[in-house]
Nanobody
Framework: QVRLVESGGGWVQSGGSLRLSCEASESIVNRSIMGWYRQAPGKEREMVASITSGGSTDFGDFVQGRFTISRDNAKNTVYLQMNSLKAEDTAVYYC?????????????WGQGTQVTVSS
């Protein structure tokens, strides 16, 4: 069973930055679609950013150039650099891995890390 462990969440003032990390227990980062999702109280979970094994990235519309996603295959780790944070970015951020093995897709989630942005 693949485990994803997020870190780097915390409290920051509006306009500040945070970098989230997601470390996988196995070497799946280089072959999986890795993503970050978030869920605020009373709202549905939404995609923040994703990166494919080929390096293609995608972002939620609300990101508007403020976040970047990257990965370090040697460390089995994916990062989410968040700049110019706003109060509305406050949420629990989850790491996700979508891995294909033998023609079947497997999806894994981390436990989440809280990000709180004060206005």
């Amino acid at each position: 069973q693949v485990r994803l462990v997020e870190s780097g969440g915390g409290w920051v003032q509006s306009g500040g930055s945070l970098r989230l990390s997601c470390e996988a227990s196995e070497s799946i980062v280089n072959r999986s679609i890795m993503g970050w999702y978030r869920q605020a109280p009373g709202k549905e979970r939404e995609m923040v950013a994703s990166i494919t094994s080929g390096g293609s990235t995608d972002f939620g519309d609300f990101v508007q150039g403020r976040f970047t996603i990257s990965r370090d295959n040697a460390k089995n780790t994916v990062y989410l650099q968040m700049n110019s944070l706003k109060a509305e970015d406050t949420a629990v951020y989850y790491c996700n891995a979508a891995d294909i093995v033998g023609g079947s897709w497997y999806e894994y989630w981390g436990q989440g890390t809280q990000v709180t942005v004060s206005s």
